[in-house]
């Protein structure tokens, strides 16, 4: 059987993501944190908490013992903040969520990955995630989720010959969001988060079977800049 891990599947995205893809035949291992999911299907809760690298090494050794076929790093920390009132280590654990954790699982899931290849990764990111602007609301989060960007085409050029595509998706306003969208959506709603799942499972299945290193934009044409 194809296995998957899911990062915060507790709700949100992250359990759409879990969802959609134990549907699909995947036995999928979902993480959480302090909110156990509840989600039909071959769906394994595996809890963890990830700013702690020693549980991050026991979730990959959980997980890895057969091999992966698709990581899906969902985990992301937004918080309502202006710079001006943040302190370092807010700052920090912002940015370890966000962004280290992705870096650290791939690391540590790569020779899992690899031996179920042909094999996925996944990467949440956000609409805004591919330029540089100010950002003075969440700015840890944002500057996090460049560096996801970054890390998804660095990794699809080191994981490719490997037999390992590494992509990204990243949504715009969505009905679970914080606040109201500063522009209109030119599609005239807020995004499903099931919508966004089912990008993902396209691009851990076949039909994108040539596409590496991109960053889908799940954003009904909003936040283009």
Not at 123 to 144: C, F, W
Not at 158 to 186: A, H, T, W, Y
Request: hydrophobic share 40%.
């Amino acid at each position: 059987m194809k296995s998957a891990l899911v990062t915060a599947a507790a709700s949100g995205v992250g359990r759409a993501i879990a969802s959609t893809l134990s549907r699909e035949g995947f036995r999928v291992w979902a993480h959480w944190h302090r909110t156990e999911p509840n989600i039909e299907g071959s769906v394994i809760p595996v809890q963890a908490d990830l700013r702690r690298p020693e549980e991050r090494e026991r979730l990959a050794r959980d997980v890895s013992v057969e091999g992966l076929s698709v990581l899906v790093n969902n985990l992301g920390i937004y918080p309502e903040q202006d710079l001006d009132d943040m302190d370092l280590d807010r700052f920090e654990e912002v940015f370890r969520l966000t962004c280290t954790v992705t870096f650290d699982l791939i690391r540590r899931l790569r020779p899992a990955l690899v031996r179920r290849a042909p094999s996925h990764v996944v990467n949440v990111g956000d609409s805004g995630a591919d330029r540089i602007e100010a950002r003075r609301q969440a700015t840890p989060y944002h500057i996090a989720k460049l560096g996801v960007h970054v890390l998804t085409r660095t990794y699809a050029q080191i994981l490719g010959p490997e037999g390992v595509r590494v992509n990204m998706v990243s949504p715009g306003f969505l009905e679970n969001s914080v606040g109201q969208p500063d522009s209109p959506i030119p599609l005239g709603r807020p995004g499903a988060c099931d919508e966004v799942a089912e990008a993902v499972r396209w691009l851990v299945s076949g039909a994108s079977s040539y596409t590496s290193g991109t960053n889908l934009l799940v954003n009904g044409g909003w936040n283009l800049g």
